[in-house]
């Protein structure tokens, strides 16, 4: 397994992944906007990308985007292997913190982010939508990078 920077021709495999991961996946116009402005890391394994990762950084504040991992493979500490190396790259870069998002009930991704660091900020109220028209609170993420270069 290695994880590198997203190029161009992985945006067929991104597009997919994200369909089978995300209830909201991203247009191919969010994608080409993020190549161009936002780190981009993905996971790949015998050459088939099984996980990303997406943040994006102004001066020395980042925000994770997105996220995700092959639904196969989850529950086997890839999230947490391509959000440490994306943190490592944010802080090489200049972050001093990182900010994010997530549905209450993700309590996978949320016991992850709480794992690396990240402390509950705060949250917005039926910021998600549900089936059948409900709506799901967001619950906001604060990372402190202590010693970002």
């Known amino acids: 397994m290695k994880i590198r920077a997203l190029h161009h021709r ?5 597009l997919a992944l994200d369909s089978q991961t995300n209830p909201h996946p991203w247009a191919l116009g969010h994608w080409h906007d993020s ?4 780190t981009c ?3 790949e ?3 088939e990308i099984i996980a990303f990762a997406i943040a994006s950084l102004v001066l020395d504040e980042a925000e994770l985007l997105l996220i995700a991992v ?3 493979l989850q529950g086997q500490g890839l999230g947490r292997k391509i959000l440490q190396a994306l943190i490592d790259q944010l802080r090489q870069r200049g972050a001093a913190q990182m900010f994010l998002e997530v549905r209450e009930g993700n309590t996978a991704a ?5 794992k690396l660091g990240g402390s509950v900020s705060g ?3 039926g910021y998600y939508p549900l089936p059948g028209g409900a709506r799901e609170d967001a619950v ?3 990372f402190a990078f202590t010693g970002a270069a």
């Open 70 to 72: 092959a639904p196969w």
């Open 41 to 43: 890391l993905v996971l």
């Open 35 to 38: 190549l161009e402005n936002h």
């Open 110 to 114: 949320r016991a992850l982010y709480e």
């Open 140 to 142: 906001l993420y604060a």
């Open 45 to 47: 394994d015998d050459g």
């Open 10 to 14: 992985d945006l067929d495999a991104i």
């Open 123 to 125: 949250r917005r109220k």
